[in-house]
């Protein structure tokens, strides 16, 4: 007899296995010669070599599913561990090309306007792309998408997402806490997005890896950026030096994302934002892309488009 073991730290049992190891007993009865144990973060197999290697990849493969979709259903289990790998035949196997991701428990998460779709667009066709627009017109959101599409598609090794900590100057230390703590505060959008397509616990994961990185702007000084989504936040409130820092931060293999609202420039007066810059500076370089949103592209609550529409006519900048 032989045995496997499956460390499966970054799985949530109940949203892999089901309320009451549902999907867990299923495989059980698929599988009726091997001895199937699960306690904690493991997943203990005892069995003849032969049906070990059988089970194993077809789990292999609902894991890889599972990753994908970020959900599973009693009959995906059936399907995917009934039949070979390149013979299983799932409820998503027409798939919508509009999908950028399934989010946490299945959530389908689109570009959502015009605009949104010319970021996806334009993201596949450039290296470099700045999507520039007021707030709650989802560029963040959609930015983060991408990364995390391309984190899954394994077309990246890792994502990095930063922001100027702009309110404190960049200087942190009078902020109670750790380090974490006193940045929490200024990354929490990036936060909130990637919860809504990661599962916890591989979110976790990479967070301890480093796969996942979100550190403020003056964080990136020195570095070179290989193989990495990275995005930029919040870049109307970076000054020129500090966008000239970031965007010589590319390396080999890599994706830049930089967003901002030109109307919402918390720098101090004298303080030229960088964001301004580069729309004259790089606006014909080939392999550079601009995109621009508007109140037509706000996925908020309906009265934001009438707000920024207001503030727009009135020429007084929203903070």
Not at 38 to 45: C, D, M, T, V
């Given at each position: 007899m032989s045995e496997i073991i499956y460390e499966l730290s970054a799985y949530n049992p109940v949203e892999l296995f089901g309320a009451n190891e549902v999907r867990l007993k299923q495989i059980k009865v698929l599988f009726p010669k091997l001895k199937i144990i699960q306690r904690g973060n493991?997943?203990?197999?005892?069995?003849?070599?032969?049906?070990?290697?059988?089970?194993?990849?077809?789990?292999?493969?609902?894991?890889?599913?599972?990753?994908?979709?970020?959900k599973l259903e009693e009959q995906d289990v059936f399907d995917i561990m009934d039949h070979l790998p390149t013979q299983a035949k799932t409820?998503?196997?027409?798939?919508?090309?509009?999908?950028?991701?399934?989010?946490?428990?299945?959530?389908?998460?689109?570009?959502?306007?015009?605009n949104q779709e010319k970021m996806v667009s334009e993201s596949e066709k450039n290296d470099l792309l700045f999507a520039i627009g007021p707030a709650g017109t989802g560029k963040t959101y959609t930015a983060v998408a991408l990364a995390?599409?391309?984190?899954?598609?394994?077309?990246?090794?890792?994502?990095?997402?930063?922001?100027?900590?702009?309110?404190?100057?960049?200087?942190?230390?009078?902020?109670?806490?750790?380090?974490?703590?006193?940045?929490?505060?200024?990354?929490?959008?990036?936060?909130?997005?990637?919860?809504?397509?990661?599962?916890?616990?591989?979110?976790?994961?990479?967070?301890?890896?480093?796969?996942?990185?979100?550190?403020?702007?003056?964080f990136m000084r020195g570095r070179t950026l290989d193989n990495a989504y990275v995005i930029l936040d919040e870049a109307q409130n970076t000054t020129e030096m500090q966008m000239k820092m970031f965007l010589t931060r590319m390396g080999k293999n890599s994706k830049f994302i930089v967003t901002g609202?030109?109307?919402?420039?918390?720098?101090?007066?004298?303080?030229?934002?960088?964001?301004?810059?580069?729309?004259?500076?790089?606006?014909?370089?080939?392999?550079?892309?601009?995109?621009y949103l508007n109140e037509k592209d706000v996925v908020r609550h309906p009265l934001v488009s009438k707000i920024i529409?207001?503030?727009?006519?009135s020429q007084t900048p929203v903070r």
């Amino acid at each position: 007899m032989s045995e496997i073991i499956y460390e499966l730290s970054a799985y949530n049992p109940v949203e892999l296995f089901g309320a009451n190891e549902v999907r867990l007993k299923q495989i059980k009865v698929l599988f009726p010669k091997l001895k199937i144990i699960q306690r904690g973060n493991h997943l203990k197999l005892v069995g003849d070599p032969e049906s070990l290697q059988f089970f194993k990849e077809r789990f292999d493969n609902l894991l890889l599913f599972y990753d994908k979709y970020g959900k599973l259903e009693e009959q995906d289990v059936f399907d995917i561990m009934d039949h070979l790998p390149t013979q299983a035949k799932t409820s998503r196997s027409q798939e919508d090309p509009g999908i950028l991701v399934y989010g946490r428990n299945g959530k389908l998460i689109r570009a959502l306007s015009v605009n949104q779709e010319k970021m996806v667009s334009e993201s596949e066709k450039n290296d470099l792309l700045f999507a520039i627009g007021p707030a709650g017109t989802g560029k963040t959101y959609t930015a983060v998408a991408l990364a995390v599409r391309a984190l899954k598609n394994k077309e990246v090794r890792r994502i990095i997402l930063t922001r100027p900590a702009v309110e404190a100057g960049e200087n942190l230390g009078f902020l109670p806490g750790d380090m974490q703590d006193k940045l929490d505060p200024y990354l929490q959008p990036l936060y909130d997005a990637l919860r809504d397509m990661l599962p916890s616990r591989k979110l976790l994961n990479y967070w301890e890896d480093h796969t996942i990185e979100i550190a403020p702007l003056a964080f990136m000084r020195g570095r070179t950026l290989d193989n990495a989504y990275v995005i930029l936040d919040e870049a109307q409130n970076t000054t020129e030096m500090q966008m000239k820092m970031f965007l010589t931060r590319m390396g080999k293999n890599s994706k830049f994302i930089v967003t901002g609202d030109i109307t919402q420039i918390d720098l101090l007066r004298n303080q030229k934002s960088g964001l301004k810059q580069v729309e004259h500076l790089l606006k014909n370089v080939k392999g550079i892309s601009f995109v621009y949103l508007n109140e037509k592209d706000v996925v908020r609550h309906p009265l934001v488009s009438k707000i920024i529409h207001a503030y727009k006519q009135s020429q007084t900048p929203v903070r």
